[in-house]
């Protein structure tokens, strides 16, 4: 790699600490993506070179957004092109039952405990396997955990009986401070990158072993929601528990089939 990309990127760094509330994890992203994109092209930064590059990799654009308001043109920003997205794939659903019985066909006893809390709580797979030991709190008749999540922001998520007691044994067994992690790093970002996909490609081999064909970590989340919703038929409490800022993402995830007598039912009650 040349020194003039290596400088390039220590800048572009530079500028987002400054001028950015972007996480530290999202930075690193950020620097993977522009050092990935001077090297593919060469170092043209020109918007024909970006808008090549996007054609490959979507997000880039929004990437790329910043990247143009550092060099001071900001104003080309627009000019940078959309690209379709690709179809949302539709989620895999199964009963409460099933989904606990995916850990154990997991080969990894610290991933195993990490699709458990998954099925448990819906919490996304990069915050399970993110969890620090000390954020770990016993109550009296369930764990409480700390989850940080997207934004940096806080929630929290809770284990009940009789699960409680594996999970606690499993993160205060371990001498490490975040014990999902598995093997040895000195870039936490690249540390999570290879765990979940190693985590990703162990659950989907669970998953297939019970007949779930396309079952994936986000999947857990999936079920976790419908299940809430359900059990509450409150769409702004089911927002809450999961975290999402928006009730629109909330209803994203239902797998909810309403009939048409359901809805004469509901318009004809309101129009009395």
């Known amino acids: 790699m040349s020194e003039n990309i290596i400088e390039k990127v220590e800048k572009f760094e ?16 950020y620097l993977r993506t522009i050092k990935a994109f001077l090297i593919f092209s060469n170092g043209d930064e020109s ?6 590059y996007i054609r490959n990799y979507p997000l880039a654009r929004f990437v790329f957004k910043k990247y143009l308001e550092f060099l001071g043109r900001g104003n080309e920003a627009s000019q940078l092109i959309r690209v379709k997205k690709a179809r949302r794939r539709e989620g895999e659903y199964a009963d409460e039952q099933k989904l606990l019985q995916i850990p154990n066909y997991i080969r ?26 000390d954020n770990v709190f016993v109550e009296k008749d369930y764990l409480k955990i700390k989850l940080i999540t997207k934004g940096e922001k806080e929630r929290y998520i809770y284990i009940p009986q009789p ?9 205060h067994s371990s001498n490490r401070i975040y014990p999902f992690l598995l ?3 000195e870039d936490l970002d690249r540390l999570i990158y290879n765990n979940y996909i190693s985590y990703y490609r162990q659950v989907k081999n669970a998953a297939r072993v019970l007949g779930l064909k396309n079952f994936g970590t986000h999947d857990f989340r ?16 089911v927002a809450k528990v999961v975290g999402h800022a928006k009730l629109e993402t909330s209803l994203r995830y239902l797998d909810v089939k309403v009939s048409e007598d359901e809805i004469k039912k509901l318009l004809l009650e309101g129009g009395e």
């Open 163 to 171: 699960f409680a007691p594996l999970v606690y044994e499993f993160i």
């Open 14 to 29: 530079e500028w987002l600490k400054s001028k950015t509330s972007l996480s530290n994890r999202s930075i690193g992203t």
């Open 222 to 237: 999936r079920n976790f929601i419908n299940r809430l919703y359900e059990k509450t038929k409150d769409i702004r409490l």
């Open 108 to 133: 990894r006893k610290a991933y195993r405990i990490v699709a458990l809390i998954q099925a448990l709580t819906g919490a996304r797979a990069i915050e399970v396997l993110t969890i620090r030991k």
């Open 47 to 52: 918007i024909e070179s970006m808008n090549k």
């Open 183 to 185: 093997g040895k790093s």
